[in-house]
């Protein structure tokens, strides 16, 4: 993205002048695959990273597997999730990876602490080291398992981009998003499956599509509704205690939201049939936070409760050590 284009979206002060300024782009898609709010650059694909994982986990329920496994909707909301590696989310992906017969040990995704203080404070307590199901992608590794698993397929190698698994993930992205994956750049992704580059206008218009069911095939819809409502039912088991999607999908259920790594963020509002990707180009998380709730709030689909919750997350105090209230993060947006 190149950043000579891309606006201010979020600025953060100390005191009352401004101490930081982040740059970058966001696109919301309507109906009919309509432009209805954009600014900056749209059309420079951006890694997603974890902003996707919702389409990650759909083969796993248009499929049938989900349910021939009996998933609950708190297990699907897991596999979509960016988890902080509380109990419950640990507890949930071994629940899955029973469930299909496996163990923590056919995770392919590496191992990393809890994000959670607390959890991260007991595991030191009791003298373990981190495995790979405290990884915050434990939840989706432990879907892409079970698919496989129902479908007769190699549990093994599940992450490489030629596993039917990968296979499958690419076809929901081409006909969700509009793109060509094979024309696009392609990496690894922290959790080692691969991730692709796609512009914000065609990320914006697959999460609009997910929520409407517009181009869809009936079983597909149905899949995409089932996850965002286990989603939006479940929103602490999608991030985790204190962290912001959990937050906003709690105050603002009607809402859905899924951070990616280097300030990437999608949404989508279901009620009004609209989609939304952005990227700040710094890849500052708290300014991608900060500005994804200013532009749900932009949109004029909500009650005046619900505006007012999106404005409050879309001004941020910043506190020093002490306690002390020493400045702000505002977006910048109209």
Sequence with gaps: MDSNVNPILVQAYRGDAVESRHRGAYAVIGPGGKLIAAQGDIDTPVFPRSAIKVFQALP????????????SDEELALVCSSHSGEEAHVRLAGAILAKAG???DSLECGAHSPQDGKALRMLIKMGEEPR????????KHA???????????????YIDIDHPAQRRIARVLDELCGIDTSALPVAIDGCSVPT????????????????SGETLTDARAG?????IAAVRAHPYMVAGSRRFC?????????????TGA????????PHARLGIALKCDDGATRASETAMAAVLASLDVWTGEEHERLSALAEVPLKNWRKFEVGHIRATLP
Excluded: Y
């Excluded at 796993?60 to 998933?71: F, P, Q």
């Excluded at 790979?132 to 939840?139: K, L």
């Excluded at 697959?206 to 929520?211: A, C, D, I």
């Excluded at 280097?262 to 509002?269: D, N, Y």
């Design 60 to 71: 796993l329920v248009e499929s049938g597997a989900a349910d021939a496994l009996g998933l």
């Design 132 to 139: 790979a199901i405290h990884n915050n992608c434990s939840g």
């Design 143 to 157: 879907g892409m398992l079970a698919l496989a698993v129902k479908l007769g397929e190699a549990t093994t190698g």
């Design 262 to 269: 280097e300030g990437v963020f999608c949404g989508a509002v």
């Design 246 to 258: 959990t937050r906003l999908m709690e105050a603002v259920p009607r809402a859905f939201v899924k």
């Design 102 to 104: 496996l163990s923590e």
């Design 196 to 211: 692709w580059a796609i512009p914000l206008r065609n990320l914006a218009l697959g999460f609009q599509r997910l929520v």
């Design 223 to 227: 899949a995409a509704h089932r996850l």
